[in-house]
Structures are given as C-alpha cells and as structure tokens.
C-alpha cells in the first residue's frame, strides 16, 4: 500500500508539471517526477512482478527503479538549486554531480551482480538483506540519496527568504521539509540494513512503521513544494486574463472616444489585426493610443470623468506589473524560477 500512495503522489506532481511543459524553458523537474515516479511504480508488486518476468526474473526490475531513483533525484536536486543558486555557480558543479551520478550506477550495478538470488522477490532487501552484497548496493543508493537531499534542503532553508514571490516561499519551505524526512529516511534504512546484517530482524521490523511514515511524509512535502509553483502561475495568469478582458471592455469606450478625432495616434488600423491581438496587446495599445491622443490634443482631457481617469490607471498598474514580474524571483541573485 506505501508503494501505491507514494507513487501516486509523484504521478500527482507529474500531471501538475505537464500543461506548461511548451512554456518551459527548464524540463528538470518533469524528468526528475516522470523518472521517479517510474522508479516508484517498479515497486508496486504486480508491476515489478509483470516487469522482472519480461527482464528474464533476475530481479533486473529492482535494479531498474534504484537507477531510476538515483537519476531522478540528480535532475530534481539540480532543478532546485539552478532555481536558487546563480546559474553560473550550478554550472561548475553539473560536471562534478553528473560524474558522482556515474560512479553510483555503477556502483549498484556491480555490488547488485555479486547478490545471490533465486527468483523474483518483491521484497528484494528483505529477502536478501543478510547478504553484505545487498547491503552495500543498498548503502551506495541511499548514502548518495543522503547526500543530495541534504544539499537540497540546506539551499532551500538558505535561499528561501530571497523570494520575491509568496509562493516560492513557501514551496521551497515544503520542499525543505521534504529533505528533512527524506534525510530521516536515509538514516532510517542504513540503520535497518545493519539489524538485518546482525540478524536482528525483529528490531528492523520495529523501524519498519517509522520508515512507512517517513516515505510518505517526504514525497508528501517534496510533491506539495515542486506543485506549488506551476499551479500558482496557472491561477495567476488566469486571473491576469480576466483582469485584461475587464480593462479592455472599460478602456474601449475612452479609447474611442479620445481617438476617434485623432486617428493619426491609432497604431493598428487592420481590424483584422487587432483582433489576433492578445487582451494584454491590445491593452497596451489602447493605451499608449489614448495617451499619444491626449498629448497631442490636451483639450481632450475635459471629456474624460472619474471613472475614466480611474480605468486609465488601473491600466497602466496592470500594464507594469509584467516588467515586474520578469525580475529575478530572487532578491540578490539566481534564477528563482524551476518548473515554469
């Protein structure tokens, strides 16, 4: 039943990521979610069944999800450090992670050849855990796991506080929280592979509920805060939508009315043209239009009332807010910015 909620949750985060995947520019995060949520459904057991017996029921399938995992988690910790650390200082280190990264599958793979098996297990390391073999191809996964959450969590906590926006904040505060249980996980599972090396398989079976809680609470708090920001965007922009095609009605009838004498100030004469044109185009067309018209002829300004005066501004604090917007989400330095 864990497997089944934890890669349910992944596959959640998968879906959130995949509607801006044209706008995006970065696809670190969508690859990091589809390769572990690919990792964690070889751990439910009639996938993992269905998919040992094709790789010949040699247990091929667990190594399969641990690569898996182990790549995931490379591109994911890469997503978020690009996003709150300066692109150049994360470049220096790509070559580094990615020969780290290299080194650790190869390090599952050889340990994994040296683990005597007999038959699928979906219970790979309780099958086998008393075997030094099993136990150092679990320790390679999950010490360099560790290591990178750690890395993760710390820049999160770090960062933070430079964002701009709410809810980076409080995304990269979740996805913080999810190191601290993934790193609790971590410990967790080192310490139950050395109770299965010294037989006491009654203490690792104590663990077990504690390491349950923690899988869960980790994808739990990592999926939240890698969700957090793509959805934000999509209900902001949808509200910035409906707040143009309002401006737009309100200012259509200054518009006309200040450069219906004055059509030498109208930037787009095509009907055609303007009507491809998107609520924000058009907007600010319309508005620079009735400012020119203004300029040019200042006596049309006796014909504008409150209310007019009023949409005008309205449209023009609209209309700065994109140039805001394209700061950096961070105060100092960094991009601020993963999943789009």
Known sequence: MIQIVAAALIWLLVICLLPGIRRRRD????????????????????????????????????????????VGIYFLSRAIIRAATPDEIVGKRDRTGLILLAVVIMGLAASFSAIVT?????????????????ALYSSIQFVYIGYVVVVTGV?????????????????????????????????????????????????????????????????????????????????LRHRESVTEDELVSSLTKIWEKTTKKRQDVRLVRDSEMISQQDPAQRLHRMLVE???????????GSSLDIHDLKVLSAAENHLAGPFVRKVPVRRRRGSGRYDG
Do not use: K
Not at 188 to 195: G, K, P, R
């Open 27 to 70: 696809h670190s995060v969508l690859t990091a979610a589809i390769t572990i949520s690919v990792s964690l459904t070889l751990n439910i057991d009639q996938v993992y069944l269905g998919v040992d017996s094709v790789l010949g029921g040699r247990n091929l399938a667990d190594l399969l999800a641990n690569i898996s995992m182990v």
């Open 118 to 134: 007999q038959g699928s297990s979906t219970r790979f390391m309780v099958d086998y855990g008393d075997q030094s073999a099993a």
């Open 155 to 235: 820049t999160c906590f770090r960062f933070r506080g430079d964002m701009l926006r709410p809810y980076f904040r409080t995304a990269f505060t979740c996805i913080g929280l999810g190191c601290v249980f993934a790193v609790l996980l971590v410990v967790l599972v080192l310490v139950m592979d050395i109770l299965h090396l010294q037989g006491r398989l009654d203490a690792m079976r104590a663990i077990s509920p504690v390491y349950d809680a923690a899988v869960v609470a980790a994808m739990f708090f990592l999926c939240l805060g890698l969700g957090i920001p793509p959805v934000a965007r999509r209900l």
């Open 290 to 300: 009735v400012q020119d018209a203004l300029l040019v002829e200042p006596g049309l």
